[in-house]
Each structure stands twice: as C-alpha cells, then as structure tokens.
C-alpha cells in the first residue's frame, strides 16, 4: 500500500508525484493508495495548506482534498469532525474512513497509523 501523508498537497506532495513515473504507478494501484486529509474542519492544522488550495481555485475543504487526490487514491481519511463530507468524498469515487486525525500526542498518532494502513482492507 501507498500512504499519502496529511502534508500540503501543493507543496509537500505534488513535488513527489510531479517525479517521472510516480503519478502513473499510483494510479494504476489506486485502490491500494490511502491519504490522510491535512485539513480539518476546512483550515489546515499546521502551515498554508488551506490558503493555497483557495488561491489555486480549489476547496480549502477534505472535499478538496478528496478531488485533488481522486485519479491516485482509493481512500481518504477525514477526520471526525468532517464526517458530514464522507458523501461528498465518496461522490467523487474515493472511499472515506472517519477517525480522529489529530495526532496531539503518540496514542493518537499511532491510532491513526493503524487506521490507515487498515483502510484499504476493510480490517478494522
């Protein structure tokens, strides 16, 4: 499985999938690529994230973030506060997983790694 890091998209990750060959090889295992939303509640908890995407034209929103990412992965994971944007997600072909993605301290972070990286299966 490929995970996709709740970083910015624009800055952190698109340099990684703008790299000869990654973007084709994520979407051709698609259904095996998860991504962790960076924004939460529609703001970003750490940094720009939400400011680029509205600048770019996109939603500052995990609805966004699901049609950013929506041709390279299967998943996305929001976090429990924008449960009520699961359908919206899931309109653009992703499935969504909700839990808390706030890792505020280690039992958190490694929840949410387990979360992830089970997301795919459907094990739980």
Same mark, same amino acid.
């Given at each position: 499985?490929?995970? $996709?890091?709740?970083?910015?998209?624009?800055?952190?990750?698109?340099?990684?999938?703008?790299?000869?060959?990654?973007?084709?090889?994520?979407?051709?295992?698609?259904?095996?690529?998860?991504?962790?939303?960076?924004?939460?509640?529609?703001?970003?908890?750490?940094?720009?994230?939400?400011?680029?995407?509205?600048?770019?034209?996109?939603?500052?929103?995990?609805?966004?973030?699901?049609?950013?990412?929506?041709?390279?992965?299967?998943?996305?994971? $929001?976090?429990?506060?924008?449960?009520?944007?699961?359908?919206?997600?899931?309109?653009?072909?992703?499935?969504?997983?909700?839990?808390?993605?706030?890792?505020?301290?280690?039992?958190?972070?490694?929840?949410? *790694?387990?979360?992830?990286?089970? *997301?795919?299966?459907?094990?739980?």
């Amino acid at each position: 499985m490929v995970v $996709i890091a709740p970083s910015n998209p624009v800055v952190s990750i698109d340099p990684i999938l703008a790299i000869d060959g990654v973007w084709p090889i994520l979407e051709a295992r698609r259904s095996s690529v998860v991504a962790v939303s960076p924004i939460v509640g529609g703001k970003a908890l750490k940094g720009p994230a939400d400011r680029m995407l509205a600048e770019l034209g996109h939603q500052a929103s995990v609805a966004g973030i699901a049609g950013w990412y929506r041709s390279i992965a299967g998943t996305l994971v $929001i976090d429990e506060v924008d449960a009520d944007q699961a359908p919206a997600i899931e309109s653009l072909g992703l499935s969504s997983v909700v839990t808390d993605t706030i890792m505020s301290e280690p039992r958190r972070a490694a929840d949410l *790694a387990r979360t992830t990286v089970l *997301a795919p299966t459907g094990r739980r």
